[in-house]
């Protein structure tokens, strides 16, 4: 089962990140049909279990970011109908997406990441200081991807309006200390770290959520220019944490490296962009990996798991 088989590209939704969504769907749908695959785009709506059961697809290619597509609830939905998917599956995911609980593990692993704490916004009461922290602070939804939400907060004042800004739109947010430093990102793909890119922000202080996706918003530095020892440091890294969640195909690893060179893993993303911007496509193409034989590959994997059991991998994990 290869060219011949029915893939169905899952994008847009109703998260913060539809807009992302559609462009890595469109991206992907490009790309399969390049490569002579019968593909078909599916929006994550109220029809898309009537439609995903008429198109019976061989495989879903989940293009699908933020809640939804990498919380679990997508890969759930699939793996009741039977259903084989690209990415992780629901438990990988939900730990993957809740910052709170992922630094939890890569902290109890010894893996470094910078320190944290957990605030609900959502009780009516919202706190005034930021707990045992000191500022500056990083503050972020515990359960966002694409830096939605982000905001450094350097005075009490910056504080008090960032918790009044988040209590409208979350119940929980994380503050992490703030590390100054250098902007990193590896990506996985199989069981394979990606070269280290580096990611240089050309209009705002970090990777916020412009810089990722409008054009000329930042500059991606593939493969970084650092040392052997730091960049094989940061993939040892990426791939640790990608396997302590149990992720699986593809992820990227996001990181803060200091002026003295220590690395700290800031998360994990289950399911990277595939975006004209986005980093992991920058970091397939630095060894010699086009775009449409990333899509490939990561087709390949969902058939493969469908040629092994006869049927969708049921698995969660």
């Known amino acids: 089962m290869t060219k011949s088989a029915k893939i169905a590209v899952v994008m847009g939704g109703g998260s913060s990140e539809r807009e992302v969504s559609i462009q890595t769907g469109a991206g992907v749908m490009r790309a399969l049909h390049a490569l002579g695959y019968d593909a078909q785009s599916l929006d994550y709506d109220a029809r898309f279990i009537d439609a ?69 916004v959502a009780g009516g009461t919202l706190p005034l200081l930021p707990g045992s922290l000191d500022l500056p602070l990083v503050v972020k939804p515990r359960d966002e991807g694409s830096s939605v939400g982000v905001a450094i907060v350097r005075t009490h004042e910056q504080w008090g309006k960032a918790m009044l800004e988040a209590a409208g739109q979350y119940t929980q947010i994380l503050a992490e200390e703030y590390v100054p430093g250098r902007e990193f990102a590896c990506g996985i793909v199989g069981e394979d770290a990606l070269p280290v890119v580096e990611i240089i922000p050309n209009r705002d202080e970090f990777y916020n959520y412009e810089a990722k996706y409008e054009a000329g918003a930042s500059t991606h530095v593939v493969p970084a220019e650092i040392g052997d020892d730091l960049a094989g440091r940061l993939q040892t890294l990426a791939l640790s944490a990608h396997r302590l969640l149990g992720l699986r195909d593809y992820s990227r690893a996001d990181f803060i490296v200091t002026p003295e060179g220590r690395p700290y893993l800031l998360e994990i993303n289950a399911t990277p962009g595939l975006t004209a911007t986005s980093l992991l496509p920058d970091a397939a193409r630095a060894i010699g990996m086009s775009y449409e034989a990333l899509v490939e590959r990561l087709v390949g994997f969902a058939l493969a798991r469908v040629a092994a059991t006869g049927r969708a991998d049921r698995r969660s994990g």
């Open 52 to 120: 995903v059961r008429v198109l019976e697809p061989d495989a879903v290619f989940n293009a699908l970011h933020g809640l939804g597509g990498e919380s679990g609830e997508l890969q759930g939905l699939l793996d009741h109908l039977g259903i084989a998917y690209t990415g992780s599956g629901l438990r990988a995911c939900a730990l993957a997406l809740d910052k709170h609980l992922a630094k939890k593990l890569f902290a109890a692993e010894g893996l470094p990441t910078p320190s944290w704490e957990l605030f609900d």
